[in-house]
């Protein structure tokens, strides 16, 4: 599993076996997750989606795989917001923006454009496209973002936060950052604009991707029993009593029961796909059809199935002509092996991701809690370079051993980050200098370490393996502590003294504060440090690229004296598709395979 890291843009939930994210997110079993793909047979536009000119969609159907069950039309409460769900959900609603195959932000202008009017204060404006309706026919206007904005800004007493801390009205994933951010709410003519703009109490520096896709502002009303522009009003005048009726329906009306379709007269969609009727099967897949309202370029292939296949059976599923496309969880050498022996009736892909593994020191408890000395005989027996030489260049050949936690070894800054912020202390194993920091901290020879992590993950069983035969040498006794529940009992509690997971990105600027930072929510182990606190606050609160490089050094630099953990690789990324479908393109970013789906079709 992984973790998707929670950036102020949009927070999300940590439950065992999704990804979590906001924006970013951790991973626990294992996770996948840039480079060209030799899959693509369109010309890309960089990192962007191709531009295929005119498109008419054809008859027929892809399958692609995800791993777990379609939880439901809302993925943005804790109980449904999954990589898994959210592959599903994308072909469904449209945005502003989306994450491009390298992680840049794109933008998507047939859904409408947005800019920042001013920097400081930081004022964005945004416009929908005049044409952009729901599935229903409803235009979509502010009035459906101002709806966004309540669930993510208005307290269970009906006031705009203050601060973020209070408790929520709406069971949004995010809690309250958008009204921290943007206490005044998006600000239009009328409920029905298309034009409306934010204004920002402070400058946030991922501003960007702040606001997501909106929920039907007309559904919400209709189950509440009053007009848009009624509901509007509500927001507007802050009307408990409505508003508590319209978070009772936002929270709960748009879950599913597994294998009934969502009612298409509360579930209108905004993008090129929409449900099918009668298209659900339990435990077996969910099918999408073409959106026949979809004011732009329609989707290329009338229906998308998404199969639930475990990650171990979707290389059969591929070869039988099941599935037209995996992006197994987790590749291992016999990954690709097993690709390899498909030959040419597939097309593989492999790429570094923005997904990277790490080892994590707990800071609440334990014998690395207080001792900087520990931590550092820890880190100069962990054997990086064999973990990425056994374990994941056979998969992926350029993968190196990352050396930073913000920047990622494909990426242009890579290099004059880790120059800066690094003397390569840690490069290879020294047991000589490990057993005297394992001397100097006061540590008896058999000093217990759990390792903990998500079971069951081949992969990290065998990098705890490596580290055992290292560092028992130093004097620690190594201690496997997988467990199935790990990020639900284990990390929250503490119960170890080293976390092995992996974060899983998409590009953003801030969102590491929400795991370096003092009591910030993904912050599991306790770190604390005032100069990565200053230098979070000063990236975040500016748009500022030259700052931005700046503070990143300052706090690559701290983490590595300061040692909040060992950084090992960033994930390697294997796609495979059937050679007959065209336009499926790898991506380094935390959306998948799936992240252009609208844009497969079979070879003409």
């Known amino acids: 599993m992984k973790i998707r890291r929670l950036s102020a843009a949009v927070a999300v939930a940590a439950t065992s076996a999704l990804l979590f994210s906001a924006c970013t997110s951790p991973a626990g079993s294992d996770d996948p997750a840039d480079g060209e793909s030799t899959a693509s047979s369109a010309s890309a536009d960089g990192p962007c989606k191709a531009d295929l000119g005119e498109v008419t969609t054809a008859d027929g159907e892809v399958r692609v795989s995800v791993e777990d069950e379609f939880l439901g039309y809302n993925s943005n409460t804790?109980?449904?917001y999954s990589v898994y769900n959210s592959a599903v959900t994308e072909r469904l609603f449209g945005n502003f923006w989306y994450f491009g195959d390298d992680g840049s932000i794109c933008t998507d202008e047939e859904w409408g454009t947005y800019e920042a009017v001013t920097e400081d204060p930081l004022q964005v404006q945004y416009t929908l496209n005049d044409e952009a309706v729901w599935s229903d026919g409803t235009p979509i206007t502010y009035a459906d973002y101002l709806l966004d904005w309540a669930t993510q800004a208005i307290t269970e007493d009906g006031t705009v936060t203050d601060d973020g801390s209070e408790t929520p009205l709406f069971n949004h994933i995010s809690g309250l950052t958008l009204g921290d951010y943007v206490p005044a709410g998006p600000q239009a003519d009328s409920p029905d604009a298309k034009t409306f703009t934010y204004d920002y109490e402070r400058v946030y520096a991922d501003w960007k991707i702040q606001i997501g896709s909106p929920f039907p502002a007309h559904v919400v009303a209709e189950q509440v029993g009053i007009t848009t522009e009624e509901l509007v009003t509500a927001i507007q005048d802050l009307d408990l009593d409505v508003l508590e009726q319209a978070a009772e329906f936002?929270?709960?009306?748009w879950l599913s029961q597994p294998g009934q379709v969502p009612d298409p007269a509360i579930t209108p969609v905004s993008s090129q796909y929409n449900f099918k009727a009668d298209g659900w099967e339990a435990g077996q897949y969910i099918t999408l059809e073409a959106n026949t309202e979809y004011w732009g370029t329609p989707a290329a292939t009338q229906e998308l199935?998404?199969?639930?296949?475990?990650?171990?059976?979707?290389?059969?599923?591929?070869?039988?002509?099941?599935?037209?496309?995996?992006?197994?969880?987790?590749?291992?050498?016999?990954?690709?092996?097993?690709?390899?022996?498909?030959?040419?009736?597939?097309?593989?892909?492999?790429?570094?991701t923005l997904t990277w593994e790490h080892l994590d020191f707990n800071f609440n408890s334990g014998i690395f809690a207080e001792s900087l000395e520990a931590r550092e005989a820890f880190a100069l027996c962990v054997p990086r370079q064999k973990i990425v030489d056994d374990l994941i260049a056979p998969i992926d050949p350029e993968a190196v051993v990352m050396d930073a936690r913000e920047v990622f070894p494909f990426q242009d800054n890579y290099a004059d980050v880790v120059e800066q912020s690094y003397d390569g202390r840690y490069d290879a194993v020294d047991l000589d200098a490990a057993t005297e920091q394992f001397a100097a901290a006061g540590l008896e020879d058999g000093v217990e370490v759990r390792i903990g992590y998500a079971a069951p993950n081949p992969r990290r069983a065998a990098e705890v393996e490596a580290i055992k035969a290292s560092c028992d040498q130093v004097g620690f006794n190594i201690v496997d502590s997988a467990a199935p529940d790990f990020f639900d009992q284990d990390l929250p509690n503490g119960d170890y003294e080293v976390a092995l997971f992996a974060w899983a990105g998409s590009g953003q600027i801030a969102s590491?504060?929400?795991?370096y930072g003092t009591d910030q929510p993904q912050n599991y182990g306790g770190y604390s440090d005032e100069t990565v606190d200053a230098a979070w606050e000063t990236l975040a609160s500016t748009t500022d690229e030259a700052v931005h490089a700046e503070q990143i050094v300052i706090i690559e630099t701290q983490l590595w004296d300061t040692l909040f953990?060992?950084?090992?690789?960033a994930h390697p990324g294997v796609i495979a598709s059937s050679s007959s479908l065209e336009n499926v393109r790898n991506t380094a970013a935390q959306s998948g395979v799936v992240w252009n789906a609208e844009q497969w079709a079979r070879a003409s």
Not at 250 to 253: A, R, S, V
Not at 565 to 569: A, D, E, S, V, Y
């Open 565 to 569: 953990g060992i950084p090992l690789f």
């Open 305 to 352: 199935t998404f199969r639930f296949v475990a990650a171990d059976a979707q290389i059969q599923a591929l070869a039988n002509g099941d599935l037209d496309a995996i992006n197994p969880n987790g590749p291992t050498v016999d990954t690709t092996t097993q690709l390899e022996q498909l030959g040419n009736s597939v097309t593989v892909d492999t790429n570094q």
């Open 512 to 515: 590491g504060q929400n795991i």
């Open 250 to 253: 936002w929270d709960t009306g």
């Open 78 to 80: 804790p109980e449904t």
